[in-house]
């Protein structure tokens, strides 16, 4: 049993729309949750993270987490072609030092 | 630029040759991380170190595999009499420090080291 589960996608929205991305994972006890944006042949470049329950804005991205339900989502409004890229949700063990990441979900925004 | 810093961006070594990979943290970060990309597939924790210790090595292969971040220099994953299953990114991140849900736990990503085993 995968421990961070992402649907691999493709994710296709078109230019505007709001893309919304989620992330389970198999940990409760699990503290720390992070998202990172990955383009191909790059390295993964954080977007945001978060550890309360509810939501976190940053500009056009909203991270969500649900620790009750195990979930934690990442929402982009506005979506851009330069958006395209695959998102990869990451947990922090309960010692704080690893990060578990899940495959990652590849979105296509058309224009 | 004070991103953390992975020496060398391509490496190729041919099946049997030892693979020395390079990682300067992030300026004020004493943590450093290492993970294996696949192709095609995720990024996978292998060690974490603080300077002169260990401090987890979960992910590490039991074999071929080592790594160290001395008192001075960058910490350096050595891979020896490399096989082709070890062509991958590697990628290294570093944090702050730890302290528990904080963003001191944060981790960030170097450029990472594609290594290609011939």
């Known amino acids: 049993q995968k421990e961070v589960e992402q649907n691999s996608g493709p994710l296709s929205v078109p230019e505007g729309a709001i893309a919304s991305l989620n992330c389970t994972y198999s940990?409760?006890?699990?503290?720390?949750f992070f998202w990172y944006r990955q383009y191909s042949g790059k390295s993964p470049e954080l977007i945001m993270f978060?550890?309360?329950?509810g939501d976190k804005e940053d500009g056009r991205f909203t991270a969500q987490l649900n620790k009750a339900s195990q979930y934690v989502s990442l929402l982009i409004r506005d979506s851009q072609p330069s958006d395209s890229a695959t998102y990869l949700c990451?947990?922090?063990?309960?010692?704080?030092?690893?990060?578990?990441f899940g495959g990652g979900t590849r979105l296509m925004v058309k224009p | 630029n004070a991103g953390v810093m992975q020496n060398p961006r391509h490496l190729v070594r041919r099946r049997g040759q030892e693979a020395r990979l390079r990682c300067s943290p992030m300026?004020?970060?004493?943590?450093v991380y290492w993970y294996r990309q696949l192709p095609e597939e995720g990024l996978k924790f292998m060690v974490y170190?603080?300077?002169?210790?260990?401090?987890?090595e979960s992910g590490m292969p039991k074999e071929r595999f080592s790594a160290e971040f001395p008192k001075e220099g960058p910490s350096i994953l050595r891979i020896q009499q490399v096989v082709r299953g070890d062509s991958a990114a590697y990628f290294c991140?570093?944090?702050?420090?730890?302290?528990?849900?904080?963003?001191?736990?944060?981790?960030?990503f170097g450029p990472g080291t594609r290594l290609t085993v011939l």
């Open positions: 991140a570093s944090s702050p420090g730890l302290a528990w849900v904080r963003s001191t736990d944060t981790q960030y």
């Open positions: 940990d409760r006890g699990s503290q720390s």
């Open positions: 978060i550890y309360s329950n």
């Open positions: 990451a947990v922090s063990n309960n010692a704080g030092n690893m990060l578990t």
């Open positions: 300026k004020g970060h004493s943590h």
């Open positions: 170190l603080q300077k002169e210790n260990i401090i987890d």
